[in-house]
């Protein structure tokens, strides 16, 4: 499994340059069309991903790939035996690729309401998540916003894990999405889904993100 990170402002006349040659006809339009600058950012972003990635886990050339690149949604590699899953949250596109089903999710580090966690969350994924906070229970559900700088990290990991088994899980139902639970076992989290593996799971404090990267096997 491979996975990278890219800011889309990163992007720059010399990535352009290197890059667009290896698009095809089709795609070269599609960028032309674009009415939004951020938009032909994201899409342009989400190639240089895919195949820099796909170059790694496959020893092949970028531009060998024949790839459909589709953030937040199904990525299709057509002439490798290769998954890809491509995320977008804010100026961040992640790409994860593997030669089993893979998921990868990102998510900022923000405060949230207990609410949110109410709509995302099982019970003992909210208990975790709350584990390392200063304010009892009975505090933590009448709050507005949680700030606690470790909740709130906790919170963006746990949403990410969730985020990227839905995506390696390929049911395209986002109403499932608390039926897999995570929990900590000591330094270990834990999936329910026992053909889950999770690959990746951290905190980059440079770019205030959390990321996790989930595959499942291909049977």
């Known amino acids: 499994m491979i996975h990278k990170l890219m800011n889309i402002n990163e992007l720059n ?7 667009f040659p290896m698009l095809t006809e089709a795609k070269q339009k599609k960028i032309a069309s ?10 342009f972003c989400c190639e240089i991903l895919a195949r820099k990635c796909l170059s790694e886990l496959c020893d092949a050339p970028e531009f060998s790939f024949d790839i459909l690149c589709n ?32 998921g990868i999710g990102i998510q900022k ?10 709509n995302l969350f ?7 998540i709350f584990s390392d906070s200063v304010y009892s229970f009975s505090d933590i559900v009448n709050f507005q916003e949680c700030k606690e700088i470790s ?11 969730k985020e990227a088994h839905f995506f390696a899980s390929g049911r395209g139902i986002r109403s499932e999405i608390k039926n897999t639970v ?11 889904d026992e053909n889950a593996k999770i690959t990746d799971s951290y905190i980059d404090s440079s770019k205030n993100l959390a990321v996790s990267v989930i595959e499942r096997c291909k049977k």
């Open 151 to 161: 909740v709130m990290q906790k919170y963006a990991l746990f949403s990410t894990l």
């Open 182 to 192: 995570f929990n900590f076992n000591g330094r270990e989290i834990l999936c329910s």
């Open 71 to 102: 953030p937040n949604s199904k990525s299709i590699v057509g002439n490798y035996n290769a998954e890809v899953s491509i995320v977008k949250c804010d100026e961040f596109v992640a790409c994860a690729v593997s030669n089993n089903y893979v």
């Open 34 to 43: 674009l009415q939004n600058i951020e938009d032909r950012k994201i899409f």
């Open 122 to 128: 099982s019970d003992s994924e909210i208990r975790a």
């Open 109 to 118: 580090i923000k405060s949230f309401s207990f609410r949110d966690a109410q």
């Open 13 to 19: 006349d010399e990535l352009i340059g290197h890059y």
